[in-house]
Protein backbone atom coordinates (compact mmCIF):
# COMPACT_ATOMS: atom_id res chain seq x y z
CA UNK A 1 0.00 0.00 0.00
CA UNK A 2 2.48 2.35 0.94
CA UNK A 3 4.42 1.73 -2.51
CA UNK A 4 1.15 2.50 -4.62
CA UNK A 5 0.66 6.01 -2.44
CA UNK A 6 4.31 6.89 -2.60
CA UNK A 7 3.66 6.36 -6.85
CA UNK A 8 0.36 8.19 -6.59
CA UNK A 9 2.28 11.30 -5.14
CA UNK A 10 5.00 11.07 -7.81
CA UNK A 11 2.31 11.49 -9.73
CA UNK A 12 0.73 14.41 -8.49
CA UNK A 13 3.59 15.94 -8.11
CA UNK A 14 3.97 15.91 -11.75
CA UNK A 15 0.55 18.08 -12.27
CA UNK A 16 3.06 20.93 -11.66
CA UNK A 17 5.43 20.72 -14.27
CA UNK A 18 5.21 21.15 -17.99
CA UNK A 19 5.27 19.12 -20.56
CA UNK A 20 8.55 18.45 -22.84
CA UNK A 21 5.98 17.54 -25.96
CA UNK A 22 5.36 19.82 -28.31
CA UNK A 23 2.23 20.07 -31.01
CA UNK A 24 4.52 19.41 -34.33
CA UNK A 25 3.58 20.18 -36.83
CA UNK A 26 1.35 22.68 -35.96
CA UNK A 27 4.38 23.96 -33.81
CA UNK A 28 8.17 23.82 -34.40
CA UNK A 29 10.50 23.61 -31.62
CA UNK A 30 13.83 26.55 -32.30
CA UNK A 31 16.52 23.66 -33.26
CA UNK A 32 20.08 24.19 -32.22
CA UNK A 33 22.49 26.06 -34.42
CA UNK A 34 24.94 22.68 -34.89
CA UNK A 35 21.76 20.11 -36.02
CA UNK A 36 21.99 18.43 -39.02
CA UNK A 37 19.76 17.27 -41.52
CA UNK A 38 21.21 17.17 -44.88
CA UNK A 39 23.72 18.54 -46.16
CA UNK A 40 23.61 21.61 -48.74
CA UNK A 41 25.85 24.05 -51.17
CA UNK A 42 26.91 27.55 -50.09
CA UNK A 43 26.72 29.83 -52.58
CA UNK A 44 29.56 33.44 -52.29
CA UNK A 45 27.69 36.56 -52.62
CA UNK A 46 30.95 38.19 -53.55
CA UNK A 47 31.46 36.52 -56.86
CA UNK A 48 27.85 35.32 -57.11
CA UNK A 49 29.09 31.66 -57.47
CA UNK A 50 29.12 28.71 -55.56
CA UNK A 51 31.92 28.12 -53.19
CA UNK A 52 32.25 24.88 -54.40
CA UNK A 53 35.14 24.16 -56.67
CA UNK A 54 34.32 20.58 -57.66
CA UNK A 55 37.45 19.19 -55.79
CA UNK A 56 35.80 15.73 -54.98
CA UNK A 57 37.39 15.54 -51.56
CA UNK A 58 33.80 15.13 -50.25
CA UNK A 59 32.64 12.80 -52.77
CA UNK A 60 35.92 10.45 -51.58
CA UNK A 61 35.36 10.88 -48.28
CA UNK A 62 31.66 9.89 -48.10
CA UNK A 63 31.19 6.88 -46.31
CA UNK A 64 27.85 5.70 -48.12
CA UNK A 65 28.66 7.32 -51.65
CA UNK A 66 25.85 9.00 -51.93
CA UNK A 67 27.61 12.13 -53.58
CA UNK A 68 28.70 12.98 -57.07
CA UNK A 69 30.29 15.57 -58.42
CA UNK A 70 31.46 17.34 -62.09
CA UNK A 71 33.93 20.29 -62.15
CA UNK A 72 34.85 22.61 -64.85
CA UNK A 73 36.51 25.47 -66.04
CA UNK A 74 35.30 28.17 -64.66
CA UNK A 75 34.20 30.79 -67.59
CA UNK A 76 34.22 33.88 -64.64
CA UNK A 77 37.79 33.72 -64.00
CA UNK A 78 40.23 36.42 -63.99
CA UNK A 79 42.41 35.07 -66.52
CA UNK A 80 38.88 34.86 -68.80
CA UNK A 81 37.65 38.18 -67.90
CA UNK A 82 35.81 37.31 -65.03
CA UNK A 83 36.36 38.30 -61.21
CA UNK A 84 36.76 35.10 -59.86
CA UNK A 85 39.89 33.47 -58.58
CA UNK A 86 38.61 29.91 -58.64
CA UNK A 87 40.24 28.48 -61.57
CA UNK A 88 37.47 25.66 -61.24
CA UNK A 89 34.13 25.42 -60.43
CA UNK A 90 31.71 23.20 -60.06
CA UNK A 91 29.56 21.99 -62.96
CA UNK A 92 27.18 19.00 -61.57
CA UNK A 93 26.70 17.95 -58.30
CA UNK A 94 24.00 15.51 -57.07
CA UNK A 95 23.81 14.16 -53.56
CA UNK A 96 21.20 11.36 -53.22
CA UNK A 97 19.73 12.29 -49.49
CA UNK A 98 17.47 9.08 -48.99
CA UNK A 99 21.29 7.63 -49.02
CA UNK A 100 23.16 10.16 -46.96
CA UNK A 101 23.16 9.02 -42.98
CA UNK A 102 24.02 12.66 -42.27
CA UNK A 103 27.76 12.27 -40.90
CA UNK A 104 28.93 15.33 -41.19
CA UNK A 105 31.86 13.73 -42.85
CA UNK A 106 31.84 15.72 -46.02
CA UNK A 107 31.42 19.11 -43.90
CA UNK A 108 34.98 18.09 -42.35
CA UNK A 109 37.04 17.41 -45.39
CA UNK A 110 36.01 20.50 -47.49
CA UNK A 111 38.69 22.92 -47.54
CA UNK A 112 36.46 25.60 -49.33
CA UNK A 113 33.91 25.72 -46.37
CA UNK A 114 31.40 25.15 -49.56
CA UNK A 115 29.45 22.97 -48.11
CA UNK A 116 27.52 23.15 -44.63
CA UNK A 117 24.84 21.07 -43.32
CA UNK A 118 21.11 22.13 -43.05
CA UNK A 119 20.29 23.66 -39.86
CA UNK A 120 16.78 24.37 -40.75
CA UNK A 121 12.94 22.67 -40.03
CA UNK A 122 12.96 22.84 -44.12
CA UNK A 123 16.10 20.19 -44.01
CA UNK A 124 13.96 17.66 -41.74
CA UNK A 125 10.55 18.30 -43.30
CA UNK A 126 11.50 16.52 -46.98
CA UNK A 127 8.70 14.05 -48.00
CA UNK A 128 8.80 12.63 -51.88
CA UNK A 129 6.33 10.39 -53.42
CA UNK A 130 9.51 8.98 -55.21
CA UNK A 131 12.73 8.44 -54.00
CA UNK A 132 14.29 9.36 -57.34
CA UNK A 133 12.82 13.10 -56.35
CA UNK A 134 15.53 12.72 -53.12
CA UNK A 135 18.23 13.07 -55.36
CA UNK A 136 19.60 16.82 -55.08
CA UNK A 137 20.81 18.21 -58.47
CA UNK A 138 22.84 21.75 -57.88
CA UNK A 139 20.27 24.42 -58.18
CA UNK A 140 18.30 22.46 -55.30
CA UNK A 141 21.38 22.12 -53.61
CA UNK A 142 21.88 25.59 -53.45
CA UNK A 143 18.43 27.48 -53.18
CA UNK A 144 18.43 27.55 -49.56
CA UNK A 145 21.42 29.51 -48.84
CA UNK A 146 21.23 31.53 -52.22
CA UNK A 147 17.98 32.91 -50.74
CA UNK A 148 19.64 33.48 -47.27
CA UNK A 149 17.42 31.27 -45.46
CA UNK A 150 20.00 29.44 -43.40
CA UNK A 151 22.61 30.63 -41.14
CA UNK A 152 25.29 27.64 -41.46
CA UNK A 153 27.21 26.56 -38.85
CA UNK A 154 30.41 24.75 -40.10
CA UNK A 155 32.75 23.20 -37.10
CA UNK A 156 35.55 25.54 -36.57
CA UNK B 1 -3.10 -49.29 -15.67
CA UNK B 2 -6.11 -47.29 -14.06
CA UNK B 3 -5.58 -44.03 -15.02
CA UNK B 4 -6.92 -41.24 -12.65
CA UNK B 5 -9.87 -39.77 -14.50
CA UNK B 6 -9.23 -36.46 -12.60
CA UNK B 7 -5.65 -35.90 -14.25
CA UNK B 8 -6.88 -37.50 -17.97
CA UNK B 9 -9.24 -35.14 -17.76
CA UNK B 10 -6.94 -32.52 -17.70
CA UNK B 11 -4.28 -33.51 -19.99
CA UNK B 12 -2.32 -30.71 -21.18
CA UNK B 13 -0.26 -30.66 -24.32
CA UNK B 14 2.75 -28.64 -25.03
CA UNK B 15 2.08 -25.93 -27.58
CA UNK B 16 4.52 -23.96 -29.54
CA UNK B 17 3.40 -20.41 -29.74
CA UNK B 18 5.27 -17.49 -31.56
CA UNK B 19 6.02 -14.43 -29.89
CA UNK B 20 7.22 -12.11 -32.56
CA UNK B 21 9.05 -10.80 -34.99
CA UNK B 22 6.41 -8.00 -34.63
CA UNK B 23 5.96 -7.71 -31.29
CA UNK B 24 5.22 -4.68 -29.59
CA UNK B 25 7.13 -6.07 -26.57
CA UNK B 26 10.27 -7.75 -28.07
CA UNK B 27 12.27 -4.25 -27.67
CA UNK B 28 13.15 -4.42 -31.93
CA UNK B 29 12.67 -7.43 -34.15
CA UNK B 30 13.21 -10.47 -32.59
CA UNK B 31 11.65 -13.77 -32.30
CA UNK B 32 11.25 -15.84 -29.53
CA UNK B 33 9.20 -19.45 -29.81
CA UNK B 34 7.76 -20.26 -26.56
CA UNK B 35 6.93 -24.14 -25.87
CA UNK B 36 4.17 -23.59 -23.13
CA UNK B 37 2.61 -26.08 -21.45
CA UNK B 38 -0.98 -24.52 -19.99
CA UNK B 39 0.56 -20.93 -18.68
CA UNK B 40 3.88 -22.05 -18.41
CA UNK B 41 6.97 -21.78 -20.45
CA UNK B 42 8.35 -25.20 -20.93
CA UNK B 43 11.25 -23.93 -23.65
CA UNK B 44 12.44 -20.91 -25.34
CA UNK B 45 13.85 -20.72 -29.11
CA UNK B 46 15.38 -17.20 -29.56
CA UNK B 47 15.70 -16.30 -33.20
CA UNK B 48 17.68 -13.32 -33.77
CA UNK B 49 19.10 -11.73 -37.10
CA UNK B 50 16.21 -10.11 -38.37
CA UNK B 51 18.03 -6.60 -37.98
CA UNK B 52 21.45 -8.08 -39.18
CA UNK B 53 23.19 -5.37 -41.90
CA UNK B 54 26.94 -6.59 -41.64
CA UNK B 55 27.99 -3.74 -39.53
CA UNK B 56 31.28 -5.77 -39.35
CA UNK B 57 32.11 -6.21 -42.34
CA UNK B 58 30.76 -2.70 -43.82
CA UNK B 59 33.32 -1.52 -41.73
CA UNK B 60 36.21 -3.27 -43.14
CA UNK B 61 36.13 -1.42 -46.09
CA UNK B 62 35.88 1.88 -44.52
CA UNK B 63 38.40 4.33 -43.04
CA UNK B 64 38.95 4.94 -39.49
CA UNK B 65 36.95 8.45 -39.12
CA UNK B 66 33.24 6.64 -41.11
CA UNK B 67 33.75 3.79 -39.04
CA UNK B 68 32.38 5.81 -35.99
CA UNK B 69 29.20 6.39 -38.05
CA UNK B 70 28.20 2.74 -38.12
CA UNK B 71 29.22 2.12 -34.28
CA UNK B 72 26.23 4.34 -33.82
CA UNK B 73 24.15 2.49 -35.69
CA UNK B 74 24.48 -0.97 -33.47
CA UNK B 75 24.39 0.52 -30.43
CA UNK B 76 21.73 3.01 -30.82
CA UNK B 77 20.65 3.76 -27.65
CA UNK B 78 23.88 4.14 -26.30
CA UNK B 79 25.80 5.51 -28.95
CA UNK B 80 28.64 7.26 -27.49
CA UNK B 81 29.78 4.02 -25.39
CA UNK B 82 29.74 2.96 -28.51
CA UNK B 83 32.14 5.18 -30.68
CA UNK B 84 34.29 4.85 -27.90
CA UNK B 85 35.51 1.53 -28.18
CA UNK B 86 36.23 1.86 -31.55
CA UNK B 87 38.24 5.10 -30.83
CA UNK B 88 39.90 3.27 -28.02
CA UNK B 89 40.91 0.67 -30.12
CA UNK B 90 41.78 2.65 -32.83
CA UNK B 91 43.89 4.99 -30.81
CA UNK B 92 45.89 2.78 -28.61
CA UNK B 93 46.69 0.74 -32.10
CA UNK B 94 47.66 3.79 -33.92
CA UNK B 95 49.38 4.90 -31.04
CA UNK B 96 47.76 8.49 -30.43
CA UNK B 97 47.56 10.75 -27.27
CA UNK B 98 44.65 12.21 -26.77
CA UNK B 99 44.30 15.85 -24.64
CA UNK B 100 42.89 15.88 -21.57
CA UNK B 101 39.65 17.60 -22.16
CA UNK B 102 38.82 15.26 -24.74
CA UNK B 103 39.26 12.67 -22.78
CA UNK B 104 36.94 14.49 -20.13
CA UNK B 105 34.05 15.39 -22.39
CA UNK B 106 34.07 12.07 -23.66
CA UNK B 107 33.69 10.66 -20.14
CA UNK B 108 30.97 12.96 -19.47
CA UNK B 109 29.37 12.43 -23.08
CA UNK B 110 28.97 8.50 -21.80
CA UNK B 111 27.78 8.56 -18.67
CA UNK B 112 25.17 10.75 -20.06
CA UNK B 113 24.42 8.33 -22.70
CA UNK B 114 24.22 5.76 -19.91
CA UNK B 115 21.54 7.99 -17.84
CA UNK B 116 19.49 8.06 -21.34
CA UNK B 117 20.09 4.45 -22.09
CA UNK B 118 19.06 3.52 -18.33
CA UNK B 119 15.97 6.07 -18.82
CA UNK B 120 15.11 3.89 -21.63
CA UNK B 121 15.36 0.72 -19.90
CA UNK B 122 13.11 1.89 -16.65
CA UNK B 123 10.30 3.42 -19.12
CA UNK B 124 10.73 0.34 -21.30
CA UNK B 125 10.61 -1.96 -18.73
CA UNK B 126 7.94 -0.11 -16.82
CA UNK B 127 5.57 -0.86 -20.20
CA UNK B 128 7.15 -4.79 -19.72
CA UNK B 129 5.47 -5.14 -16.30
CA UNK B 130 2.37 -3.63 -16.77
CA UNK B 131 2.45 0.09 -15.64
CA UNK B 132 2.08 1.09 -19.41
CA UNK B 133 2.31 5.03 -19.87
CA UNK B 134 3.40 6.61 -16.63
CA UNK B 135 6.84 5.38 -16.12
CA UNK B 136 7.31 4.96 -20.21
CA UNK B 137 5.84 8.57 -20.65
CA UNK B 138 7.73 9.84 -17.33
CA UNK B 139 11.09 8.55 -18.56
CA UNK B 140 11.05 9.76 -21.78
CA UNK B 141 10.47 13.34 -20.51
CA UNK B 142 13.70 13.16 -18.79
CA UNK B 143 15.64 11.18 -21.56
CA UNK B 144 14.07 14.17 -24.12
CA UNK B 145 15.82 16.99 -21.89
CA UNK B 146 18.85 14.46 -22.36
CA UNK B 147 18.89 13.98 -25.81
CA UNK B 148 17.88 17.79 -26.32
CA UNK B 149 21.33 18.33 -25.18
CA UNK B 150 23.42 16.19 -27.24
CA UNK B 151 21.75 17.25 -29.90
CA UNK B 152 22.90 20.78 -29.07
CA UNK B 153 26.47 19.53 -28.81
CA UNK B 154 26.72 17.48 -32.25
CA UNK B 155 23.68 18.52 -34.12
CA UNK B 156 22.00 15.25 -34.03
CA UNK B 157 19.60 13.48 -31.32
CA UNK B 158 20.59 9.73 -31.90
CA UNK B 159 23.53 9.12 -34.35
CA UNK B 160 26.12 11.56 -32.95
CA UNK B 161 29.30 10.25 -34.95
CA UNK B 162 31.50 13.03 -32.66
CA UNK B 163 33.93 11.34 -30.97
CA UNK B 164 37.01 10.43 -33.76
CA UNK B 165 40.05 8.76 -33.19
CA UNK B 166 42.10 11.77 -31.47
CA UNK B 167 39.56 13.45 -29.60
CA UNK B 168 36.01 14.88 -30.44
CA UNK B 169 34.89 16.26 -34.02
CA UNK B 170 34.15 19.61 -33.05
CA UNK B 171 34.51 21.80 -29.68
CA UNK B 172 31.49 21.44 -27.10
CA UNK B 173 28.92 24.79 -27.29
CA UNK B 174 30.00 27.45 -24.12
CA UNK B 175 27.63 26.94 -22.36
CA UNK B 176 28.34 23.41 -22.16
CA UNK B 177 28.81 23.29 -18.33
CA UNK B 178 25.73 25.11 -17.52
CA UNK B 179 23.49 22.86 -19.97
CA UNK B 180 25.03 20.21 -18.22
CA UNK B 181 24.54 21.03 -14.54
CA UNK B 182 20.62 21.96 -16.00
CA UNK B 183 20.27 18.39 -17.36
CA UNK B 184 21.61 16.81 -14.07
CA UNK B 185 19.29 18.43 -12.05
CA UNK B 186 16.11 17.55 -14.18
CA UNK B 187 18.03 13.44 -14.74
CA UNK B 188 18.24 13.49 -10.68
CA UNK B 189 14.51 14.69 -9.84
CA UNK B 190 13.76 12.28 -13.28
CA UNK B 191 15.45 9.29 -11.34
CA UNK B 192 13.77 10.30 -8.06
CA UNK B 193 10.64 10.09 -10.03
CA UNK B 194 10.98 6.75 -11.67
CA UNK B 195 12.41 5.45 -7.70
CA UNK B 196 9.08 6.40 -6.39
CA UNK B 197 7.08 5.30 -9.03
CA UNK B 198 7.96 1.69 -9.11
CA UNK B 199 11.02 0.66 -6.48
CA UNK B 200 8.38 -0.04 -3.60
CA UNK B 201 5.06 -0.22 -5.93
CA UNK B 202 3.30 -3.75 -4.56
CA UNK B 203 1.89 -3.82 -8.10
CA UNK B 204 5.41 -3.91 -9.53
CA UNK B 205 7.34 -6.15 -6.52
CA UNK B 206 4.60 -9.08 -7.62
CA UNK B 207 5.24 -9.17 -10.95
CA UNK B 208 9.27 -8.64 -10.57
CA UNK B 209 10.88 -10.17 -7.30
CA UNK B 210 11.22 -13.66 -7.42
CA UNK B 211 11.05 -13.84 -11.50
CA UNK B 212 13.71 -15.17 -14.12
CA UNK B 213 16.31 -15.22 -11.57
CA UNK B 214 20.10 -16.32 -12.77
CA UNK B 215 22.64 -17.54 -9.84
CA UNK B 216 26.36 -16.00 -10.66
CA UNK B 217 27.49 -19.04 -11.59
CA UNK B 218 25.16 -19.47 -14.37
CA UNK B 219 25.69 -15.83 -15.81
CA UNK B 220 29.11 -16.04 -15.64
CA UNK B 221 28.99 -19.26 -17.73
CA UNK B 222 26.89 -17.48 -20.35
CA UNK B 223 29.19 -14.57 -20.56
CA UNK B 224 26.94 -12.15 -19.27
CA UNK B 225 27.93 -8.74 -18.50
CA UNK B 226 26.82 -5.09 -17.51
CA UNK B 227 24.12 -4.42 -14.78
CA UNK B 228 22.92 -8.01 -15.88
CA UNK B 229 25.42 -9.10 -14.43
CA UNK B 230 26.13 -7.27 -11.35
CA UNK B 231 22.35 -8.31 -10.31
CA UNK B 232 23.40 -12.15 -10.03
CA UNK B 233 25.66 -10.34 -7.27
CA UNK B 234 29.33 -10.42 -9.18
CA UNK B 235 30.92 -7.24 -8.97
CA UNK B 236 32.33 -6.87 -12.52
CA UNK B 237 32.50 -3.39 -13.66
CA UNK B 238 35.26 -2.56 -16.57
CA UNK B 239 35.11 1.11 -15.21
CA UNK B 240 36.94 -0.54 -12.20
CA UNK B 241 38.60 -3.34 -13.08
CA UNK B 242 40.09 -2.59 -16.56
CA UNK B 243 40.03 1.25 -16.61
CA UNK B 244 40.06 2.76 -19.75
CA UNK B 245 39.71 7.28 -20.13
CA UNK B 246 40.07 8.58 -16.69
CA UNK B 247 37.56 6.60 -14.47
CA UNK B 248 40.47 6.02 -12.08
CA UNK B 249 40.27 9.34 -10.75
CA UNK B 250 37.13 9.45 -9.83
CA UNK B 251 34.89 8.00 -7.03
CA UNK B 252 31.58 5.66 -7.73
CA UNK B 253 30.77 2.57 -6.34
CA UNK B 254 30.10 -0.65 -8.36
CA UNK B 255 26.53 -1.64 -7.68
CA UNK B 256 25.05 -4.98 -7.13
CA UNK B 257 21.90 -7.15 -6.67
CA UNK B 258 21.71 -10.56 -4.76
CA UNK B 259 19.32 -12.71 -6.12
CA UNK B 260 19.93 -11.97 -9.41
CA UNK B 261 16.03 -11.61 -10.60
CA UNK B 262 14.06 -9.49 -12.38
CA UNK B 263 13.54 -7.14 -9.40
CA UNK B 264 17.30 -6.74 -9.01
CA UNK B 265 18.09 -6.07 -12.55
CA UNK B 266 15.70 -3.18 -12.29
CA UNK B 267 17.17 -1.68 -9.22
CA UNK B 268 20.63 -2.21 -10.24
CA UNK B 269 20.52 -0.15 -13.11
CA UNK B 270 18.25 2.48 -11.26
CA UNK B 271 20.93 2.83 -8.56
CA UNK B 272 23.91 3.20 -10.90
CA UNK B 273 21.98 6.43 -12.59
CA UNK B 274 22.72 7.88 -9.13
CA UNK B 275 26.73 6.62 -10.05
CA UNK B 276 26.73 8.15 -13.08
CA UNK B 277 25.21 11.29 -11.87
CA UNK B 278 27.96 10.95 -9.01
CA UNK B 279 30.93 10.73 -12.05
CA UNK B 280 29.38 13.59 -14.26
CA UNK B 281 29.59 15.93 -11.36
CA UNK B 282 33.18 14.62 -10.49
CA UNK B 283 34.24 15.29 -14.69
CA UNK B 284 32.89 18.64 -14.66
CA UNK B 285 35.27 19.99 -11.72
CA UNK B 286 38.09 18.70 -13.10
CA UNK B 287 37.09 19.79 -16.80
CA UNK B 288 40.03 22.52 -17.72
CA UNK B 289 40.51 24.20 -21.15
CA UNK B 290 42.72 22.29 -23.66
CA UNK B 291 43.22 20.88 -27.13
CA UNK B 292 40.13 18.52 -28.10
CA UNK B 293 42.46 17.15 -31.02
CA UNK B 294 46.01 15.84 -30.83
CA UNK B 295 48.42 18.62 -32.26
CA UNK B 296 49.63 16.65 -35.12
CA UNK B 297 46.87 14.39 -36.32
CA UNK B 298 47.26 13.00 -40.21
CA UNK B 299 44.81 13.68 -42.73
CA UNK B 300 43.87 9.78 -43.31
CA UNK B 301 44.37 8.00 -40.39
CA UNK B 302 46.89 4.78 -40.53
CA UNK B 303 47.85 2.48 -38.44
CA UNK B 304 50.80 0.24 -38.19
CA UNK B 305 49.85 -3.99 -38.62
CA UNK B 306 48.59 -5.42 -35.58
CA UNK B 307 45.41 -6.51 -33.48
CA UNK B 308 43.77 -5.52 -30.52
CA UNK B 309 40.77 -5.78 -28.40
CA UNK B 310 39.29 -3.25 -26.50
CA UNK B 311 36.56 -3.16 -24.29
CA UNK B 312 34.55 -0.75 -22.11
CA UNK B 313 31.38 -0.67 -20.15
CA UNK B 314 28.74 0.37 -21.65
CA UNK B 315 24.87 0.61 -20.33
CA UNK B 316 24.45 -2.93 -20.94
CA UNK B 317 28.02 -4.67 -20.45
CA UNK B 318 31.13 -5.05 -22.43
CA UNK B 319 31.41 -3.80 -25.88
CA UNK B 320 34.26 -5.08 -27.02
CA UNK B 321 35.90 -3.79 -30.57
CA UNK B 322 38.53 -6.36 -31.78
CA UNK B 323 40.48 -4.89 -34.23
CA UNK B 324 42.70 -6.73 -36.93
CA UNK B 325 44.96 -3.95 -38.70
CA UNK B 326 47.15 -4.93 -42.10
CA UNK B 327 48.66 -1.46 -41.77
CA UNK B 328 46.97 0.69 -44.20
CA UNK B 329 43.45 3.22 -43.23
CA UNK B 330 41.16 0.44 -42.41
CA UNK B 331 40.26 -2.38 -40.31
CA UNK B 332 41.13 -5.54 -41.83
CA UNK B 333 38.79 -7.37 -40.06
CA UNK B 334 36.52 -5.98 -37.24
CA UNK B 335 34.42 -8.13 -34.44
CA UNK B 336 32.07 -6.18 -32.25
CA UNK B 337 31.16 -8.02 -28.90
CA UNK B 338 27.82 -7.20 -28.41
CA UNK B 339 27.07 -7.32 -24.61
CA UNK B 340 23.25 -7.86 -25.14
CA UNK B 341 23.74 -10.74 -27.62
CA UNK B 342 25.77 -12.89 -24.77
CA UNK B 343 23.24 -11.70 -22.39
CA UNK B 344 20.43 -12.99 -24.54
CA UNK B 345 21.93 -16.33 -23.71
CA UNK B 346 20.41 -16.55 -20.72
CA UNK B 347 17.06 -15.90 -21.61
CA UNK B 348 15.89 -19.50 -21.54
CA UNK B 349 17.47 -20.35 -18.85
CA UNK B 350 15.93 -17.05 -17.04
CA UNK B 351 12.30 -18.28 -18.74
CA UNK B 352 11.71 -21.30 -18.01
CA UNK B 353 9.14 -22.66 -15.78
CA UNK B 354 7.85 -19.28 -15.26
CA UNK B 355 4.07 -18.16 -16.48
CA UNK B 356 4.57 -16.97 -20.38
CA UNK B 357 3.72 -13.24 -19.08
CA UNK B 358 6.72 -13.07 -17.26
CA UNK B 359 8.45 -14.07 -20.39
CA UNK B 360 7.76 -10.41 -21.62
CA UNK B 361 9.17 -8.78 -18.08
CA UNK B 362 12.10 -11.01 -18.60
CA UNK B 363 12.62 -10.10 -21.67
CA UNK B 364 12.69 -6.47 -20.80
CA UNK B 365 15.07 -6.69 -18.03
CA UNK B 366 17.97 -7.66 -20.01
CA UNK B 367 17.30 -4.41 -21.81
CA UNK B 368 18.10 -5.76 -25.37
CA UNK B 369 18.85 -3.82 -28.31
CA UNK B 370 18.28 -5.62 -30.81
CA UNK B 371 20.55 -3.82 -33.85
CA UNK B 372 23.18 -4.26 -31.23
CA UNK B 373 22.72 -7.88 -31.36
CA UNK B 374 22.57 -8.61 -34.80
CA UNK B 375 25.10 -6.08 -36.19
S1 LIG C 1 31.85 20.68 -51.50
FE1 LIG C 1 33.94 21.14 -50.90
S2 LIG C 1 34.96 19.14 -50.83
FE2 LIG C 1 33.07 18.85 -52.00
S3 LIG C 1 33.68 19.12 -54.13
FE3 LIG C 1 32.96 21.11 -53.40
S4 LIG C 1 34.80 22.15 -52.70
FE4 LIG C 1 35.34 19.97 -52.88
S1 LIG D 1 26.76 13.76 -44.52
FE1 LIG D 1 28.03 11.91 -44.72
S2 LIG D 1 26.74 10.50 -45.85
FE2 LIG D 1 25.84 12.51 -46.14
S3 LIG D 1 26.73 13.28 -48.04
FE3 LIG D 1 28.03 14.01 -46.36
S4 LIG D 1 29.64 12.49 -46.17
FE4 LIG D 1 28.00 11.54 -47.36
Known sequence: MRGIVRAMATTLGTFVRGPVTREYPERHRPIPQRDRAFPLLLWDFDTDEPFCTGCHACERACPVECMTVLMKDNPAHTSLGGTSKRRKIIDKFWIDYARCMRCNICVEVCNFD??????????????????ADLVMDLPQLLAQHKAGAIDEWVAP | MVANTHEQEFETQELLINMG???PSTHGVFRMVLGVDGEVVTDVVPHIGYMHRGAEKLCETMDFRQGVGYMDRTEYLANFNAELSYVLAVEKLAGIEVPERAQWVRMILCELNRLSSHFMFTGAFGTDVGVFGTAFVYSFREREVLLDLFEEITGDRLMYAYFRPGGLAWEVPDNFESRVHEVLLSAERGIRDMDGLLTQNEIFLARTKGVGAISAADAIDWGMSGPSLRASGVPLDLRRDDPYLYYPQVKFDVITGEAGDVFDRYHVRLKEMRESVRIIEQCMERLADGPILPERLPRMLRTPPGEIYERTEAPR???????????????????????CLSNLQALRDMTIGHYVADAVVILGSIDIVLCEVDR
Open chain 1, 114 to 131: AIAMNNTWSGHEISVYDR
Open chain 2, 21 to 23: PQH
Open chain 2, 317 to 339: GEYGIYLVSQGGNRPYRLKIRSA
